[in-house]
């Protein structure tokens, strides 16, 4: 309990005033430039894409035609905007400046709310849910995402990771029949960053098997877990099924690591970089890939912890799992973990093992909170407590951002050189096809030419209106054309006015046959599996809102 006032009603709004108060302070001290993130270019791209496709009426399906000097490069299939949209809705009133505020304040927001419900439901303490919701919300890590590095998915996926958590402790010992809260909180972390999602889809296994015992006991609750999975599926319909088909049609260069700067391997980090990222946060001009000091001090306080009771002993065991759970992962960070050997080549994908720093910090601030509500015995002890935390989050706060303003903004904005084109497209090329020559160098020797296979085609008055591409040709005899746009399946084509097949050619780019003379026009249409998977997760969602009242109901 968390008796700072006599009305327990009062706790969680005693906890909201102070989640408000850090978030007020972190949204004034990082300012309203985002600039200075290592892919916010990357980002920016894919939230003003989804913004012209809401505005020229191709939502669902639609690409960045501006992307990469207009070839036009598709990353919703790849990286969901579902979590986006109702912000991109805002940002055409309002304009993007706001929607961006709103978005990081909306996120950071429901981290605190999210991860107090999850600790107050399961370990029955409102205290140890006001300490851990605010270590875990606003962790040295979690900052230095959603800022110093602008990994957006990654960044807000911590906002869903207690929800999952919640929905398993229902499937492992509580009510499973709550079997849905799981499957929302794995569809939005779905929604948010893949990435993320299959290393919380891996943990999920160490944990159940860490406690099969009471699935065996009750094979009724590995029944709920597995349609929990099936209702997941379906209700990401909107971007699994486009994704599979893209996957399906081609391969690119995610699957092929091609022209990648860095592999899993040599994305390991020292033990002086993980030493010192585990007691950052009070430095100032540096910045640090690690937990941060506050979450790794209250890990201390365990020596001192003694069970009261059956009931804690049994929170306790969970906790401490969790927090081996957590070393265990950072040890897969550093050198000693084999990245290049099975079983861990398999995940070589996930670019740096440091993203697994995302369920450390879950599992330590879940262990920090409830060490130190342990430890804290009277009212005056618990008030000291939070206060210091308060301070020493606030500091942290101010030290970050100080850190991102001098280290990233500011060099971002002296940069005379700067072209969003060129970052956008070099954040990790992960969605080109496998069969494109380096992108930014092709393309601009390339330039905006049509290409004939028998250069005996004439190609004039060549323009691109917003996502259609057109120009007239004058044919001699039958021809292939190889277009200045990526390629990607969804793409359609006529001839005057007549249907034409598209095809990718052997540089990635797209391709089409000509016959007859007349007007060509090119344009992302989309197709059938991402309208079908559209209209999927719309029913989903409302179906899986209806059966909790249903459920209600019934009862």
């Given at each position: 309990m968390f008796p700072l006032v006599p009305d327990k009603k009062c706790h969680f709004w005693i906890f909201l005033l102070i989640l408000l108060y850090l978030l007020f302070l972190t949204t004034i001290a990082y300012g309203r430039s985002f600039v200075g993130g290592d892919d916010y270019f990357f980002h920016n791209a894919r939230f003003e894409?989804?913004?012209?496709?809401?505005?020229?009426?191709?939502?669902?399906?639609?690409?960045?035609?501006?992307?990469?000097?207009?070839?036009?490069?598709?990353?919703?299939?790849?990286?969901?905007?579902?979590?986006?949209?109702?912000?991109?809705?805002?940002?055409?009133?309002?304009?993007?400046?706001?929607?961006?505020?709103?978005?990081?304040?909306?996120?950071?927001?429901?981290c605190g709310i999210f991860m107090y419900i999850f600790i107050q439901k399961v370990y029955k303490d409102r205290y140890a849910a006001v300490l851990g919701s605010l270590l875990y919300t606003f962790c040295l890590y979690r900052l230095y995402d959603l800022y110093h590095r602008a990994a957006w998915g990654e960044a807000f996926s911590f906002t869903f990771l207690p929800v999952v958590f919640l929905g398993l402790y229902y499937i492992i010992k509580g009510d499973y029949r709550k079997w849905y809260v799981i499957a929302i909180g794995f569809s939005l972390m779905i929604f948010t960053h893949i990435l993320s999602s299959l290393l919380l889809f891996?943990?999920?296994?160490?944990?159940?098997?860490?406690?099969?015992?009471?699935?065996?006991?009750?094979?009724?609750?590995?029944?709920?877990?597995?349609?929990?999975?099936?209702?997941?599926?379906?209700?990401?319909?909107?971007?699994?099924?486009?994704?599979?088909?893209?996957?399906?049609?081609?391969?690119?260069?995610?699957?092929?690591?091609?022209?990648?700067?860095?592999?899993?391997?040599?994305?390991?980090?020292?033990?002086?970089?993980?030493?010192?990222?585990?007691?950052?946060?009070?430095?100032?001009?540096?910045?640090?890939?690690?937990?941060?000091?506050?979450?790794?001090?209250?890990?201390?306080?365990?020596?001192?912890?003694?069970?009261?009771?059956?009931?804690?002993?049994?929170?306790?065991?969970?906790?401490?799992?969790?927090?081996?759970?957590?070393?265990?992962y950072i040890l897969l960070t550093s050198g000693l973990a084999p990245w290049t050997k099975f079983p861990l080549s398999y995940l070589s994908f996930i670019q740096f093992p440091w993203r697994l720093y995302?369920?450390?910090?879950?599992?330590?601030?879940?262990?920090?909170?409830?060490?130190?509500?342990?430890?804290?015995?009277?009212?005056?002890?618990?008030?000291?407590?939070?206060?210091?935390?308060?301070?020493?989050?606030?500091?942290?706060?101010?030290?970050?951002?100080?850190?991102?303003?001098?280290?990233?903004?500011?060099?971002?904005?002296?940069?005379?050189?700067?072209?969003?084109?060129?970052?956008?497209?070099?954040?990790?090329?992960?969605?080109?096809?496998?069969?494109?020559?380096?992108?930014?160098?092709?393309?601009?020797?390339?330039?905006?030419?049509?290409?004939?296979?028998?250069?005996k085609t004439a190609i004039t008055v060549f323009v691109r209106d917003r996502n259609i591409t057109a120009f007239n040709v004058n044919v001699e005899m039958k021809d292939s054309l190889e277009l200045p746009l990526i390629y990607y399946k969804g793409y359609a084509a006529t001839l005057n006015g007549k249907d034409i097949p598209v095809a990718g050619s052997r540089n990635g780019l797209v391709q089409i046959p000509v016959d007859q003379t007349g007007r060509v026009e090119v344009f992302y249409k989309g197709t059938l599996i991402q309208m079908l998977g559209f209209y999927t997760t719309i029913l989903a969602i409302f179906a899986l809102c209806i059966y909790p009242l249903a459920e209600l109901i019934i009862k």
């Amino acid at each position: 309990m968390f008796p700072l006032v006599p009305d327990k009603k009062c706790h969680f709004w005693i906890f909201l005033l102070i989640l408000l108060y850090l978030l007020f302070l972190t949204t004034i001290a990082y300012g309203r430039s985002f600039v200075g993130g290592d892919d916010y270019f990357f980002h920016n791209a894919r939230f003003e894409a989804l913004m012209q496709g809401l505005q020229d009426g191709t939502f669902p399906s639609y690409i960045d035609y501006k992307g990469l000097y207009n070839y036009g490069y598709l990353v919703k299939p790849f990286y969901s905007d579902f979590i986006l949209i109702p912000f991109a809705v805002l940002a055409i009133f309002t304009g993007k400046s706001f929607a961006y505020l709103s978005l990081f304040f909306s996120m950071t927001f429901l981290c605190g709310i999210f991860m107090y419900i999850f600790i107050q439901k399961v370990y029955k303490d409102r205290y140890a849910a006001v300490l851990g919701s605010l270590l875990y919300t606003f962790c040295l890590y979690r900052l230095y995402d959603l800022y110093h590095r602008a990994a957006w998915g990654e960044a807000f996926s911590f906002t869903f990771l207690p929800v999952v958590f919640l929905g398993l402790y229902y499937i492992i010992k509580g009510d499973y029949r709550k079997w849905y809260v799981i499957a929302i909180g794995f569809s939005l972390m779905i929604f948010t960053h893949i990435l993320s999602s299959l290393l919380l889809f891996i943990t999920v296994c160490i944990i159940l098997v860490i406690y099969n015992r009471s699935l065996l006991k009750e094979p009724k609750r590995l029944y709920y877990l597995v349609l929990a999975g099936a209702v997941t599926i379906i209700v990401t319909g909107y971007y699994l099924f486009p994704f599979f088909e893209q996957v399906a049609s081609d391969a690119f260069y995610f699957q092929k690591f091609k022209y990648l700067p860095y592999t899993t391997a040599q994305s390991r980090l020292d033990f002086s970089t993980i030493m010192y990222g585990m007691i950052a946060g009070f430095t100032t001009g540096s910045q640090s890939i690690g937990i941060g000091l506050l979450l790794l001090l209250p890990l201390c306080f365990r020596f001192f912890v003694r069970s009261k009771d059956k009931e804690s002993a049994k929170y306790l065991r969970s906790i401490d799992t969790g927090v081996i759970i957590g070393i265990f992962y950072i040890l897969l960070t550093s050198g000693l973990a084999p990245w290049t050997k099975f079983p861990l080549s398999y995940l070589s994908f996930i670019q740096f093992p440091w993203r697994l720093y995302e369920f450390v910090c879950f599992f330590f601030a879940l262990a920090g909170g409830y060490y130190l509500c342990l430890l804290c015995k009277g009212r005056n002890s618990k008030i000291a407590v939070l206060s210091t935390l308060v301070i020493l989050l606030s500091v942290v706060i101010v030290i970050n951002a100080s850190s991102y303003k001098e280290m990233k903004v500011g060099p971002r904005l002296s940069d005379t050189e700067l072209n969003e084109t060129t970052h956008y497209t070099m954040a990790g090329m992960e969605y080109y096809p496998a069969a494109m020559p380096f992108p930014d160098t092709f393309i601009r020797d390339r330039g905006d030419s049509v290409i004939s296979q028998t250069r005996k085609t004439a190609i004039t008055v060549f323009v691109r209106d917003r996502n259609i591409t057109a120009f007239n040709v004058n044919v001699e005899m039958k021809d292939s054309l190889e277009l200045p746009l990526i390629y990607y399946k969804g793409y359609a084509a006529t001839l005057n006015g007549k249907d034409i097949p598209v095809a990718g050619s052997r540089n990635g780019l797209v391709q089409i046959p000509v016959d007859q003379t007349g007007r060509v026009e090119v344009f992302y249409k989309g197709t059938l599996i991402q309208m079908l998977g559209f209209y999927t997760t719309i029913l989903a969602i409302f179906a899986l809102c209806i059966y909790p009242l249903a459920e209600l109901i019934i009862k």
